[in-house]
């Protein structure tokens, strides 16, 4: 079990290996231990006959450090039908995120994952670069899961060279599958199933994603899988999800992690999602 300061030690080298290798910008982040902030969190709240936001106006989730605070939130809308899910991260790509205890806690596959994803969001942000929320967090799901393979990769340890390809692996098929059920989901509610109809549907989500789960190697996904399946729960995720195929196809035209994140910057400056279409039509 490795000690306190040897988890720090680990942090700042992917945090190094961020800004030398990537040329990531952390805007603070990932820089001191903070014991107080454990998780952060975010409660999706969502129709129970529709993949669409409860909560007021044009808010997508609410956010809080304090995990009882939102646990109460939850217990408030589920308490009026609502379906609810409550993510808690290690970490956020806000300014000056500290170091928590979960993300010391996590696999070091999942610290390289959640260290080099934030800090995608800090640097669009102190760029300029404004991305739609989707295309925004599916780039930065490849600059976390293919960064981390990159970091062990150069590290030369060969059972993290595993873990991360694993956690490669078991994204691409949880993302999958959030983006085929997310589907089914759109075409089931355009019939206005009844209660009982819906009941029958998540029935066979939830039989489907224990399916799956027996399948991925890896903790985080699995765990993800075993969650209740619902509205929430996807609609949450397809904001990570449904451009993640194309991000990919991106990196896999440019033949290296930098030279995918140079191209999504430069869309994210124009027409996005378009200009990247155009840039795998060039190829």
């Known amino acids: 079990m490795p000690t306190h300061r040897q988890q720090l030690d680990f942090v700042k080298r992917l945090r190094a290996f961020g800004e030398e290798t990537l040329f990531l910008e952390f805007d603070g982040s990932f820089q001191r231990f903070v014991s107080r902030y454990r998780t952060a969190n975010w409660l999706y709240v ?24 939102a646990r109460r939130w939850e217990r408030y809308h589920r308490g009026r039908g609502r379906h609810t899910y409550l993510y808690s991260a290690e970490a956020h790509g806000g300014r000056r995120c500290p170091i928590t205890p979960s993300l010391l806690a996590a696999s070091r596959a999942r610290q390289g994952y959640v260290i080099l994803h934030e800090a995608w969001h800090s640097t669009l942000r102190l760029e300029g670069i404004r991305m739609p929320y989707a295309l925004e967090e599916a780039t930065g799901r490849v600059v976390g899961v293919l960064g981390a393979v990159l970091f062990a990769e150069r590290y030369g340890d060969p059972d993290l060279i595993a873990e991360t390809r694993a956690q490669e692996r078991a994204w691409g098929g949880f993302a999958r599958f959030v983006n085929r059920v997310h589907a089914q989901l759109t075409a089931f509610y355009k019939r206005s199933p ?17 399916l799956l789960s027996g399948k991925v190697s890896t903790n985080w996904e699995r765990e ?60």
């Open 224 to 283: 993800e899988l075993m969650r209740t399946m619902n509205n929430a729960l996807f609609f949450r995720y397809h904001d990570y999800t449904r451009h993640y195929p194309l991000a990919l196809r991106v990196h896999k035209a440019c033949r290296s992690l930098q030279q995918a994140m140079r191209t999504y910057r430069r869309a994210g400056r124009r027409g996005a999602i378009e200009q990247l279409q155009d840039f795998l039509r060039s190829r």
């Open 46 to 69: 969502v129709r129970a006959d529709r993949l669409a936001s409860a909560l007021s106006g044009t808010e997508i989730f609410r956010f809080s450090w304090d995990l009882g605070r």
């Open 194 to 210: 009844t209660a009982a109809q819906r009941r029958t549907m998540f029935s066979h989500i939830r039989r489907d994603a224990r």
